[in-house]
């Protein structure tokens, strides 16, 4: 099993920026991903930026340009830069992880964190 706990969510005006981080623990085998997930009210989550573990990125359209995705293999954890935030950015946002389930594996399995509330808005 692995946890993910994320923080740094919260109020912000449009045009500010918040900074999201998120801390793996438990049975943490690489390679993994790690990325970024955002549910807004009525809304099917979507994926905002993941990460692979050599660094690869990739980013929503709506957000290149003003996110930055970031992981330190280390410490196992994951961070998203969020600047010029606009209303529409307004979410749940989750951690995930994909990790294999044994090493050497192809198979992988999906861990998600608890959410953490950012609001954008003045």
């Known amino acids: 099993q692995v946890q993910l706990v994320e923080s740094g969510g919260g109020l912000v005006q449009p045009g500010g920026s918040l900074r999201l981080s998120c801390a793996a623990s438990g049975s943490i085998i690489s390679p993994y991903t790690m990325g970024w997930y955002r549910q807004a009210p009525g809304k099917e989550r979507e994926l905002v930026a993941r990460i692979t573990n050599d660094g690869t990125t990739n980013y929503v359209d709506s957000v290149k340009g003003r996110f930055t995705i970031s992981r330190d293999n280390a410490k196992n954890t994951v961070a998203l830069q969020m600047n010029s935030l606009k209303p529409v950015d307004t979410a749940v946002y989750y951690c995930?992880?994909?990790?294999?389930?044994?090493?050497?594996?192809?198979?992988?399995?999906?861990?998600w964190g608890q959410g953490t509330q950012v609001t954008v808005s003045s």
């Open positions: 995930n992880a994909i990790v294999p389930i044994e090493v050497g594996s192809n198979v992988r399995r999906n861990y």
